[in-house]
């Protein structure tokens, strides 16, 4: 069965510091992996996508992860942190082994930044 | 470029009664997923639509259902509602094969 875990409900970190949201994936076949982000009162908004090759994907606003096969994971990550990225944090899994086309996600992780 | 649309964007029901929320899809896309997201919590699978048939449901129950018109739109029907059903609910278009969803800003249905 496929699963996601962020371990981390909150994440604090100061304006201009870099940040780090942890992710780790469990699938039967290779996954396509997710990140989205949400502001309160809204839906989810793409930030990137890991489906094959360069294991560094960079998506928007600045954010990228890191596909780890080995360990599983798929943490988000940005060299520099900006008050506006304090929001909800999404990691979600699609298992291409089962052909299921939804995705399955994470709890979230509530990132803030401090100014 | 129209991204996903939702609507209503709020309501509020009363327990037992039934509701239709509605979702357009992004433009090009062809496949609608419908999920609910309870407070505190990550978006969970409802079911998913491509050419106008159910091809995937996740662990909900036969008081959700939906329907997928031809122009790709698509319709969430939740009958007999109860107060755990108080949720955003977000609908999601993609292409089908290996691409992302896009998502739209959700129904909040409150349900007293």
């Known amino acids: 069965a496929q699963s996601v875990a962020q371990p981390e409900d909150q994440v604090n970190v100061a304006e201009g510091n870099p940040l780090t949201v942890k992710c780790t994936y469990s699938v039967s076949g290779n996954p396509y992996l997710f990140w989205y982000v949400q502001y309160p009162n809204r839906g989810l908004q793409f930030l990137l996508k890991?489906?094959?090759?360069?294991?560094l994907v960079k998506g928007s606003y600045g954010f990228e992860a890191e596909f780890n096969k080995s360990q599983t994971s798929f943490h988000l990550k940005k060299p520099s942190a900006l008050v506006s990225d304090s929001a909800l944090y999404f990691c979600a899994v699609r298992d291409m082994k089962t052909g299921a086309n939804n995705l399955f996600f994470g709890t979230g992780t509530r990132l803030t930044v401090i100014p | 470029d129209a991204g996903v649309t939702q609507s209503p964007t709020h309501l509020i029901k009363t327990r037992g009664q039934q509701v239709t929320l509605r979702c357009s899809p992004k433009s090009g896309h062809d496949t609608v997923s419908w999920y609910q997201q309870a407070l505190g919590q990550g978006p969970q699978f409802i079911f998913q639509y491509y050419e106008e048939e159910e091809r995937q449901r996740g662990n909900f129950p036969d008081r959700f259902s939906g329907h997928q018109f031809p122009n790709y739109s698509s319709e969430l029907n939740v009958n007999a509602l109860l107060l755990g059903d108080s949720a955003l609910y977000l609908c999601a278009s993609s292409l089908v094969g290996p691409y992302g969803y896009t998502f739209g800003s959700g129904t909040r249905l409150t349900v007293v």
């Open positions: 890991y489906i094959t090759g360069d294991n």
